[in-house]
């Protein structure tokens, strides 16, 4: 049986026609809860009345082969104002969505102020929020905090992207401070790519009550009569295996149905060139690197940023975005030589896009200057590179010019198989041209709505182009965007120690197929540390495994440690990229790390529970430091394992672990010494094990 919401199931079916909607347990709206509660749903109607008091009208039951649904058509009862809950039970998984329509056939438009997603009431013990909270090249630091009397409201105001500063993504834990593999945990995802507000209040003596929506700021909705407003999905599960839980079922329903279509599809080991050459493209260079890619093992070359432009060729990020040209000073032969080099390597070719961008410097806005967001009267604030704009995806003619951009690039090069699509920059000119003066408020909300459009006409043509979603790194890893796309660059900053942490708070939520991890250079250009090539590659093996850096700068131990890696990379991906994760050791977990060496370690296994991977990080080297046994999770304790080690170090043998066996049982309880300190310390050690 569902374990989650499960009172969500029984107030739906126990609603009667007419009946109240038991408004603070369901849908509060203002006008219809006391005081002293906080509405979900707040608007002004067309005569002004800011009143809602909905009543059932009728239950629909839905029984769809992946979900349940049950849809509960409400009315207000003065005003021709109409709301209908969807409340969707999935059936291999525990997940719940809510969301709402609302309409009317008032005389004139209505203004929606508040329009959340869903509600709920939390009851616990002693109830704690996680919610990732990061930045630009740091994303996805898991915050911990105990709830306490009076409003906790966690947003994100950048515009078009919402997930460098706070995700919204949030997991409560009704006792206490959240653990990793026992306790009961909520999860919750609010899938859109815009502003969000998720608030969590105590207002009353009761308990909590938890609300995630769209954020109001700037965002009065103006809804004409007749006109639809559908809000975001909410998705839900409750665990009572702790964040683990709550993360394994947020991994299963997006591979099944949270992200583009093949999520239960492997993903292709790639070689990406903006690290290595960055703006500097050039056939020759370009070729040689798919030459280091295929002689690797890889299968897939991605040309970054750079070679496009005509009148202003992009050598730089001032210039160029929106003229989606090849520049034939770069690449005389055009993407065609590319193609084709790729095919003649055996691999594949995938390319990089900003489409919603443009520099005030190119020829798109010298054309169109009234295709980009802006506050009319209003000197333009400028973005990235000094000259970097947002375009008006609200605008039908910029949403086709988005459209046609990908759909010349895919038909005139129909062995493009992956598009990198970027989006650097806020909203921070906030108005549009082509909203009416009396709607510029909806510009927050339309521009995600123009987006979706244009991204379902471009999957209904291409359902099977890989498309990566980034966005300065990993500012848009939400599941608004996720729907449509295979998979996101997790993060600009690709220094293998702070990797581990980053992508440790991404798997709160997101599968590792989706988590691009890419092999960089060291020392590393950002930080300037320097990390061996051994732990670069394991750390960037735990997900979507790729390669950052100039091949041509390597030294033949590091060619010769990533073939290997890509090697047993690809033996062990399904497990990797499919199976169920396991967090081990937190990087977070506070260590006296002279005396004790601080670790990092999480494993993947299968539904049979009869193969893992085990993934063991040193993240701190002393000499004389103890070290840490890691005991395992999710394996079958009757089952006896036998271990290898992968990707060893170049020039060394296994350690004393590999060809060992142990019980499922053993392994869980008594867990592994793994040698990551030698007797001589050694910076960044790091280990892979497969158990079968
Ligand atoms: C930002 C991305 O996150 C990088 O990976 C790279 O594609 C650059 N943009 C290119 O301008």
């Given at each position: 049986m569902k374990r989650s919401l499960i009172y969500l199931s029984i107030m739906c079916a126990c609603l009667s026609v007419g009946a109240r909607l038991h408004a603070i347990e369901m849908l509060p709206t203002f006008g219809d809860i006391d005081h002293i509660h906080l509405p979900a749903l707040l608007v002004q109607h067309a005569d002004g009345d800011q009143s809602l008091q909905l009543r059932a009208q009728d239950t629909t039951y839905l029984d769809h082969a992946q979900y349940k649904e049950t849809v509960i058509r409400t009315q207000d009862i003065v005003q021709p104002f109409y709301v209908t809950l969807h409340v969707r039970q999935y059936k291999e998984v525990d997940i719940t969505e809510t969301w709402y329509e609302i309409r009317h056939t008032e005389k004139k438009p209505v203004r929606l102020q508040r329009f959340d997603s869903g509600y709920l009431p939390i009851e616990g013990d002693d109830p704690h929020l996680l919610h990732l909270h990061g930045n630009w090249a740091a994303e996805g630091v898991p915050t911990v905090e105990r709830l306490t009397r009076g409003v906790k409201s966690i947003r994100n105001t950048d515009g078009a992207r919402n997930a460098h500063l706070d995700a919204p993504e949030v997991m409560i834990s009704l006792d206490g401070v959240p653990q990793e593999n026992y306790g009961r945990v909520l999860g919750a995802a609010l899938c859109w790519s815009g502003n969000f507000e998720i608030r969590v209040a105590a207002t009353d003596e009761k308990g909590f009550h938890f609300y995630a929506g769209i954020d109001p700021m700037a965002s009065e909705y103006i809804l004409e009569p007749k006109q639809t407003f559908t809000t975001p999905h909410l998705a839900y599960t409750y665990s009572t295996e702790g964040m683990g839980g709550v993360s394994r079922a947020f991994h299963r329903w997006a591979r099944n149905c949270g992200m583009m279509h093949n999520g239960n599809a492997t993903r292709n080991i790639l070689l990406n060139s903006w690290e290595g050459i960055y703006f500097d493209i050039t056939e020759e260079r370009i070729i040689a690197m798919m030459n280091d890619i295929a002689s690797f093992g890889g299968e897939l070359f991605v040309m970054d940023d750079g070679w496009f432009g005509s009148k202003y060729p992009r050598n730089n990020d001032s210039s160029s975005l929106g003229d989606w040209v090849v520049d034939t000073r770069k690449l005389p032969n055009g993407l065609k030589a590319l193609t084709d080099a790729a095919r003649e390597r055996h691999i594949q070719f995938g390319i990089w896009i900003e489409p919603e961008a443009v520099n005030t410097t190119s020829e798109l806005f010298e054309k169109h200057p009234e295709w980009v967001l802006q506050e009319r009267g209003r000197e333009l604030k400028l973005g990235r590179g000094g000259t970097q704009l947002v375009l008006d995806m609200t605008n039908p003619k910029v949403q086709d010019f988005v459209f046609n951009l990908v759909d010349t690039l895919l038909t005139n090069n129909p062995e493009i198989v992956y598009i990198k699509w970027d989006a650097n920059a806020s909203i921070q000119n906030c108005g549009s041209t082509y909203l009416p003066r009396d709607k510029q408020s909806n510009l927050y909300v339309d521009y995600h709505l123009g987006l979706i459009k244009t991204l379902e006409r471009i999957r209904a043509k291409y359902p099977n182009v890989t498309i990566q979603n980034c966005a300065s790194g990993g500012g848009r890893a939400n599941y608004g965007l996720m729907p449509y796309f295979d998979e996101f660059w997790v993060s600009d900053n690709n220094d293998a120690l702070q990797r581990v942490y980053i992508q440790w708070g991404t798997s709160y939520f997101f599968p590792s197929n989706a988590m691009a991890q890419h092999i960089g250079g060291s020392p590393y250009l950002m930080t300037g540390r320097t990390t061996p090539i051994k732990f670069r590659c394991d750390v960037a093996m735990s997900g979507r495994l790729g390669m950052e850096l100039q091949p041509a700068h390597m030294t033949e131990t590091e060619r010769a440690q990533c073939t290997t890696a890509i090697h047993d990379y690809k033996a062990l991906r399904e497990l990797i990229q499919l199976g169920n994760l396991y967090r081990l050791v937190s990087p977070y977990e506070p260590v006296p790390v002279v005396e004790k060496q601080q670790v990092a370690s999480l494993m993947y296994i299968n539904d049979n529970k009869d193969h893992a991977v085990l993934f063991a990080y040193g993240l701190s080297s002393f000499m004389k430091q103890a070290s840490r046994r890691i005991r395992l999770a999710g394996l079958d304790p009757t089952r006896t394992y036998t271990l290898t080690e992968r990707?060893?170090?170049?020039?060394e043998q296994p350690c004393a672990l590999h060809g060992q066996s142990f019980t499922g049982a053993y392994l869980m309880s008594v867990g592994l010494d793994i040698p990551l300190s030698t007797e001589y310390a050694i910076d960044y050690p790091s280990r892979i094990f497969e158990l079968k």
């Open positions: 990707n060893i170090r170049h020039g």
